[in-house]
C-alpha cells in the first residue's frame, strides 16, 4: 500500500433519492460530486472500499500541461487553475503546488519532441522553457552529471496523492453532500430508457442522473448495461523513500527514473510508461484495440500474471443486482508489485540522484492504471441510457486533470456552457470494434 491515505466519514446513511449519484470515490468522483454539490445538487457519492483509496492515491502526484496530447491540454490548463482555487472555495488542502517540472535529457531526438512540443504550446499560451546544456546541467545539479538539455515548465505542479481525493470528500460533506464508504454500486435501473435509479449493495437511490467515475472498474460494470468500453489496465509498480535527501529538485522526469517529492518529505521513485500487462479476460476482448498502443510502448510493456484473473475488475461475468458482486470481493484493488521494476527503479535513482543514498525505502505498491485504445479518457453521457454518464479511461494522466475532468461532467448533467470543448472525450468513438461492428448505445 502507498503511504497512509487520509480518512474520510461515511455518511450515516443512503438517502433514498438524490440528483446526481456519483459511482467511484476517486479523484474524477469526488471532483464531479463536489462541483455539482456547489451548483445546489443533491449529490451522493458511493464507494465501494475508501476514498482515493485505487488509482488516485497510488500515483506520483504530477499535474502537468508539459508534453499533454493536444486533446487534453485545455483540460490540463483549467484543472491547474481549478486546483488552486478548491483549496481557497473549500479551505480543504490537498497539497497542491505550483513547484515546476524539470525533464533532463543527453537524448538529441528526446529534446527535439520536447522542443517540439514546446512550439504548440506557445500556440495555446502555455509556458514551457526548453534548456540549454548549462542550463540543465545547473537545475541538474543534485545529479553531479552534465546534461545535453532539458526542460522546466514552471506553471506545472504537484498534489499530494494522499490527502487530496478525501479533502474534496470532505468538501463535498460541508456543501451538503453524502459520502458512502465500502458501498458497492451494482448497476442501475431505468424506466422506459432514461436511468432512474442506482442499485447499491446497501439499497437504491432514486436518480435521474448517475455517474460512472469507477476507473478500472469502468468497464465490467458498463457491460452490464449493453455498453462497450474497451479499456485496458496496466500495473505499475513504484516505491517511496523515506526523508533524508537535500537539494533535489520536486519533480524531476529524466528516461531512466522520475523523482517527485513527497508531502512528509521523502520521495516517490518511478520509471516512466513501465508495466505489466496481466492478461485477463477484458483485455483478450479488446486485444485488437489495444494492440497498437502495446506495440508502440513493446520495450517498457512486458507481459504479466494472474492478478488480474483474481482481482476481478476485468471480468466478463454478468452479475445480479440482489447478490455480492466482484466489487464487494474487492474493496481495494492492491495487486502485487513488481519486484524486479522496484529493484531496478532503486537503483537507478541511487545511480541518479546520490543524495537519495542518506534514505532508506518506505513502501512500495502497485496500482492499476485503467486505459483507453487512445489514451484519452471517455467522458460523456451515453445516448442509449439518459441520464447515464461515464467518466474513465484516465490511461495514467488523470490525477492531474481530475479537477477539469469532475468540472465537466457537472456542466454535462447541468447543461452549463461546458468548461471544455467535451467532443474529443465522448466515449462514443468507442463504439465501433476492431471488426468494424457498432454498438448500439
Ligand atoms: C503508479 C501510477 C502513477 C501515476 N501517476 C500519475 C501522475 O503523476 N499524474 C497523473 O495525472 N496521473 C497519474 N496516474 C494516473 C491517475 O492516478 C489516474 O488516472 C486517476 O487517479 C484516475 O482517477 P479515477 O477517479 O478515474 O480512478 P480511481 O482513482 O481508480 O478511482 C475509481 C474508484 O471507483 C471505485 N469503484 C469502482 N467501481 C465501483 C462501483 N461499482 N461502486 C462503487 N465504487 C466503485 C473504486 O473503488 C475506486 O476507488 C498514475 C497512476 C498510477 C497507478
Not at 308 to 313: C, Y
Amino acid at each position: 500500500m502507498p503511504a497512509p491515505l487520509k480518512l474520510v466519514d461515511t455518511s450515516p446513511e443512503l438517502p433514498e433519492a438524490a440528483d446526481a449519484v456519483v459511482i467511484g470515490g476517486g479523484i474524477v468522483g469526488v471532483f464531479a460530486a463536489y462541483y455539482l454539490a456547489r451548483r445546489g445538487m443533491k449529490v451522493a457519492l458511493v464507494e465501494k472500499g475508501r476514498i482515493g483509496a485505487e488509482q488516485s492515491s497510488r500515483n506520483w502526484g504530477w499535474c502537468r500541461q508539459q508534453n499533454r496530447d493536444a486533446r487534453e491540454m485545455p483540460m490540463a490548463t483549467k484543472s491547474l487553475d481549478l486546483w488552486e482555487r478548491f483549496a481557497a472555495e473549500s479551505g480543504e488542502d490537498t497539497g497542491f503546488r505550483r513547484c515546476g517540472l524539470l525533464y533532463l535529457s543527453n537524448s538529441e531526438e528526446e529534446l527535439a519532441g520536447w522542443a517540439r512540443w514546446r512550439d504548440f504550446a506557445r500556440t495555446v499560451g502555455v509556458t514551457t522553457h526548453m534548456l540549454d546544456s548549462a542550463q540543465a546541467t545547473e537545475r541538474g545539479r543534485s545529479t553531479g552529471k552534465p546534461w545535453k538539455g532539458g526542460v522546466f515548465s514552471p506553471t506545472d505542479g504537484t498534489a499530494d496523492p494522499a490527502s487530496a481525493a478525501p479533502a474534496v470528500a470532505r468538501a463535498i460533506l460541508k456543501l451538503g453532500g453524502t459520502v458512502h464508504q465500502s458501498c458497492a454500486a451494482r448497476g442501475i435501473e431505468t424506466e422506459g430508457g432514461p436511468l432512474s435509479g442506482v442499485v447499491t449493495e446497501h439499497g437504491t437511490i432514486r436518480t435521474k442522473t448517475a455517474v460512472l467515475a469507477g476507473g478500472a472498474w469502468a468497464s465490467s460494470f458498463c457491460r452490464q448495461l449493453g455498453i462497450r468500453f474497451p479499456q485496458a489496465a496496466i500495473r505499475s509498480s513504484i516505491l517511496a523513500v523515506s526523508p533524508g535527501a537535500i537539494g533535489l529538485p520536486d519533480a524531476l522526469h529524466t528516461a531512466a527514473v522520475s523523482v517527485t517529492r513527497r508531502a512528509d518529505g521523502g520521495y516517490t521513485l518511478a520509471i516512466s510508461g513501465r508495466g505489466r500487462v496481466d492478461p485477463t479476460p477484458q483485455q483478450l476482448r479488446f486485444s485488437p484495440q489495444f494492440l497498437p498502443m502495446f506495440v508502440k510502448r513493446w520495450r517498457s510493456l512486458a507481459p504479466g500474471g494472474l492478478e488480474g484473473f483474481r482481482s476481478g475488475h476485468e471480468t466478463l461475468a454478468r452479475w445480479r443486482l440482489d447478490a455480492p458482486t466482484p466489487m464487494e470481493r474487492m474493496r481495494i484493488l492492491d495487486p502485487a508489485v513488481d519486484k524486479a521494476t522496484i529493484r531496478l527503479t532503486h537503483s537507478r535513482a541511487l545511480d541518479l540522484l546520490p543524495p537519495l543514498k542518506n534514505t532508506s525505502i518506505a513502501a512500495a505498491w502497485a496500482g492499476y492504471i485503467d486505459s483507453t485504445p487512445d489514451g484519452v479518457p471517455g467522458i460523456g453521457e451515453i445516448a442509449a441510457v439518459p441520464g447515464f454518464i461515464l467518466a474513465a479511461g484516465f490511461s495514467g494522466h488523470g490525477f492531474g486533470i481530475g479537477p477539469g475532468a469532475g468540472h465537466l461532467i457537472a456542466d454535462i448533467v447541468t447543461g452549463n456552457e461546458p468548461i471544455v470543448d467535451p467532443r474529443p472525450y465522448h466515449p462514443d468513438r468507442f463504439r465501433k470494434s476492431a471488426w468494424g461492428k457498432v454498438a448500439d448505445f
